[in-house]
C-alpha cells in the first residue's frame, strides 16, 4: 500500500484529486512538451493529492548519470520543488526508462513503484501498469523486454560509457521505431485475455496503464460485474491528464 506523506500546511486543506500521467518521452530535443510538463508541476500539480507517472516520463534513460544532463535540470528542480510542497510523486518505470533509480529517486523525492502496482483511487481498489507486459501477442517485443530486463545486460550496459549508451539507447529508439511501423496495430495493443489475468489475479475491477499511447476508458465484464481500464494518452502534441477524485476518474488535455 501507498505510504501518504505528511501533508504540509500550504497545501489546500481539501486537496483531494489524484493525477495520473505517462508516456511523456521528455527529451531536449521536444523543448515544448518539457515546458508544458515543468508548467504543469509548478501550477496544476500542487494542489494534488499525489502525481502518479506509469513510465516512460523520459524517452530514453541511460542510468542516473543523466541527472546532471544541464537540459534536463528544469525538469528534476520541478518534481524535487513539488515533493517539497508535500504532494508524493510515486514513479513506476517505462519500456524507455526503466533504468530510473535510487539517485533520481533521491534527487527529486519520488518513490518508486513496482509494475503492477495496486493501491486505491476513486474509494476502490486499482490496479497499475505501464501496460507494456499486457502487449503479449507483440511475441518480439516481449522476448527483447525479457533481454533488456536480465541483471547481467543490465550490469553490462551501465559499465559502459555514458556516450556510448547514449548511442545504444538511440539505436534502440530507432530499430523499435521501425518494427513497429512493420507490424499491425493490433499486435501492439494490449491483449484483452492478458488484462483479464491480471486483473483477476490482483481482485481489481479497475486497471489504469498508458504504454499504447491510445488514451480511452473501456468498460466490460468480468467475472459477472461491470470493469474498467483506463489508458492514459502520450504527450506528443499536447498534455494528457487523468484526474481521479471521489466522483470518479476524468482524461483531460493541457494544451501545449
Ligand atoms: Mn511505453
Not at 486537496?15 to 515543468?38: E, G, K, N, Q, W
Not at 496495430?185 to 498508458?210: F, K
Request: proline share 7%; net charge negative.
Amino acid at each position: 500500500m501507498v505510504i501518504r506523506i505528511a501533508v504540509p500546511s500550504e497545501r489546500p486543506a481539501d486537496a483531494v484529486t489524484d493525477l495520473l500521467i505517462s508516456d511523456l518521452h521528455l527529451s531536449p530535443t521536444r523543448p515544448a512538451i518539457v515546458h508544458l510538463f515543468c508548467s504543469f508541476l509548478e501550477h496544476r500539480a500542487p494542489t494534488a493529492s499525489a502525481l502518479y507517472i506509469l513510465g516512460d516520463l523520459f524517452e530514453y534513460w541511460i542510468g542516473d548519470e543523466a541527472i546532471s544532463d544541464p537540459s534536463l535540470r528544469p525538469i528534476i528542480q520541478g518534481l524535487q520543488a513539488l515533493t517539497d510542497a508535500g504532494v508524493p510523486v510515486f514513479l513506476m518505470h517505462g519500456n524507455r526508462d526503466f533504468l530510473i533509480g535510487p539517485h533520481f529517486a533521491a534527487s527529486t523525492g519520488a518513490q518508486l513503484l513496482p509494475d503492477p502496482f495496486p493501491t486505491e483511487l476513486a474509494g476502490a481498489p486499482a490496479l497499475l501498469t505501464h501496460g507494456d507486459i499486457l502487449c503479449t501477442d507483440d511475441v518480439e517485443y516481449q522476448r527483447f523486454r525479457a533481454q533488456i530486463r536480465q541483471p547481467a545486460w543490465i550490469s553490462a550496459f551501465l559499465e559502459k560509457t555514458v556516450p556510448e549508451r547514449i548511442a545504444m539507447a538511440q539505436q534502440y529508439r530507432e530499430l523499435s521505431k521501425n518494427a513497429t511501423s512493420a507490424k499491425p496495430a493490433d499486435i501492439m495493443d494490449v491483449n484483452q485475455d492478458a488484462v483479464r489475468q491480471m486483473m483477476q489475479e490482483y481482485s481489481v475491477r479497475c486497471l489504469i496503464h498508458g504504454h499504447t499511447h491510445r488514451p480511452a476508458h473501456h468498460r466490460f465484464v468480468l467475472d459477472g460485474a461491470e470493469a474498467s481500464r483506463i489508458v492514459l494518452g502520450d504527450w506528443y502534441e499536447q498534455g494528457s491528464v487523468l484526474e481521479c477524485d471521489r466522483t470518479g476518474f476524468r482524461l483531460t488535455r493541457l494544451a501545449p
